[in-house]
């Protein structure tokens, strides 16, 4: 199970740290995702984070540069740090769990989602 914390509403140029809870299970050998979706529009992703032995991180363009993506194996947790927010950055963001140590910015390989976190920026 993965459940999403930290969103909230952020005026434009702020920050906010999501994260992400892991429980069930350890997924420390899972690469983890964010990904994020407006209505009327398919998921899209933001960053990935390979499994803890690489902790290698890849990064949407639409976010780089701006998000970074991290996880602490010891607390089964990953978060995603959120600097310089733009209106368009508003959705509802997903934390997900690939069994591909890599991980994708595909959504198709994911096998875990948690249920979501609005974050609304305002201009």
């Known amino acids: 199970q993965l459940v999403e914390s930290g969103g909230g509403l952020v005026q434009a140029g702020g920050s906010l740290r999501l994260s992400c809870a892991a429980s069930g299970r350890t997924f420390s050998s899972y690469a983890m995702g964010w990904f994020r979706q407006v209505p009327g529009k398919e998921r899209e992703f933001v960053a990935v984070i390979s499994w803890s032995g690489i902790s290698t991180t890849f990064y949407g363009d639409s976010v780089k540069g701006r998000f970074t993506i991290s996880r602490d194996n010891a607390k089964n947790t990953v978060a995603l740090q959120m600097n310089s927010l733009k209106p368009e950055d508003t959705a509802v963001y997903y934390c997900?769990?690939?069994?591909?140590?890599?991980?994708?910015?595909?959504?198709?390989?994911?096998?875990?989602w948690g249920q979501g976190t609005q974050v609304t920026v305002s201009s």
């Open positions: 997900a769990a690939s069994g591909d140590r890599v991980g994708s910015w595909r959504t198709l390989r994911y096998d875990y």
